[in-house]
């Protein structure tokens, strides 16, 4: 069964980083397009960074462009998030998703693989 663990939440002051990562296991993801999306409280699910099977191309939601950077390791079936300048608006629960698509996909409803989430908050 596959199965996607997120790790690396937690909470930092504004300004601050954290690296989150996604574990892949039970099958290889290094042919799909892997995703993070997030959920701040009463809001809804939107998506935030995406990279393709090879790495060679992403897509990012405006708000994080030139603060965040995703990244994959095929080899340990593993997907970062880098985040850096972190805003309070920032915080959220974030979830890594897999879609057998393999480019950059922006619409949850293209991921067939979906992790349990990691808690961020930013907040000093």
């Known amino acids: 069964q596959k199965q996607l663990v997120e790790s690396g939440g937690g909470l930092v002051q504004p300004g601050g980083s954290l690296r989150l990562s996604c574990a892949a296991s039970?099958?290889?993801?290094?042919?799909?397009?892997m995703g993070w999306f997030r959920q701040a409280p009463g809001k809804e699910r939107e998506f935030v960074v995406a990279?393709?099977?090879?790495?060679?191309?992403?897509a990012y939601t405006d708000s994080v462009k030139s603060r965040f950077t995703i990244s994959r390791d095929n080899a340990k079936n593993t997907v970062y998030l880098q985040m850096n300048s972190l805003k309070p608006e920032d915080t959220a629960v974030y979830y890594c998703a897999a879609s057998q698509k393999g480019y950059p996909v922006r619409e949850e409803n293209d991921y067939d693989y979906w992790g349990q989430g990691t808690q961020v908050t930013v907040s000093s």
């Open positions: 990279i393709s099977w090879s790495g060679g191309a992403t």
């Open positions: 039970g099958r290889a993801f290094s042919n799909y397009c």
